[in-house]
């Protein structure tokens, strides 16, 4: 099993919609959780991190944390095409190591 | 642009080869990490350096692969006897540490090609 899974997608919204990513994780001592945006051919790009249970805003991103199912998601409302990339969810793992899931494709169609 | 940067940006080299790659990172961060990602895969650790000492190295790591950051500032991956497995985007990132919370903020990445 994995330490971090994620729908590989592709996934398709039309501008405008909300787009919905998701991510488990398998160590349930894990306290630090992140979302990274990164387009074809550059390094990922921090966007948004939760460390407690619950929803955190920033601006047109969400993130969720339920740590009791061990899941973590990423809401973009608005989506615009420039949202299309690939978006990696990370976990501290309890012996801080980074682990990242393999993303999830998201194409935001005009 | 992070503050973290990365030389070269690109390398080719041919099979068995030994090539050197270097990390700058945000002066301030004392965490330092190094990544592998090869296409349609997320980042795949490593190593990391707490100031100047390596405090974990993968256990996926081949012995060819060795990293150091000698004053605690910049840090250096070398492969030995490169492979054409070896061909990757070989990320560095950084964080202030050691707290499990600090955030990394990564570099733009060298990508290797080993023919």
């Known amino acids: 099993q994995k330490e971090v899974e994620q729908n590989s997608g592709p996934l398709s919204v039309p501008e405008g919609a909300i787009a919905s990513l998701n991510c488990t994780y398998s160590d349930r001592g894990s306290q630090s959780f992140f979302w990274y945006r990164q387009y074809s051919g550059k390094s990922p790009e921090l966007i948004m991190f939760?460390?407690?249970?619950g929803d955190k805003e920033d601006g047109r991103f969400t993130a969720q944390l339920n740590k009791a199912s061990q899941y973590v998601s990423l809401l973009i409302r608005d989506s615009q095409p420039s949202d299309s990339a690939t978006y990696l969810c990370a976990v501290i793992g309890t012996g801080n190591q980074f682990y990242f899931g393999t993303g999830t494709s998201l194409t935001v169609i005009p | 642009d992070t503050g973290v940067s990365q030389d070269p940006r690109h390398k080719i080299t041919k099979r068995g080869q030994n090539v050197t790659f270097r990390c700058d990172p945000i002066s301030e961060h004392n965490r330092l990490y190094w990544y592998r990602q090869t296409l349609g895969q997320g980042p795949e650790f490593l190593t990391y350096f707490q100031n100047e000492a390596q405090l974990e190295k993968s256990r996926l790591l081949s012995d060819r692969f060795s990293a150091e950051r000698p004053k605690g500032s910049f840090s250096t991956l070398e492969i030995q006897r490169t492979e054409q497995g070896d061909s990757a985007m070989y990320l560095c990132a950084s964080s202030l540490g050691p707290s499990s919370y600090n955030e990394q903020f990564f570099g733009p990445g060298t990508r290797l090609t080993v023919l």
């Open positions: 939760i460390y407690s249970n």
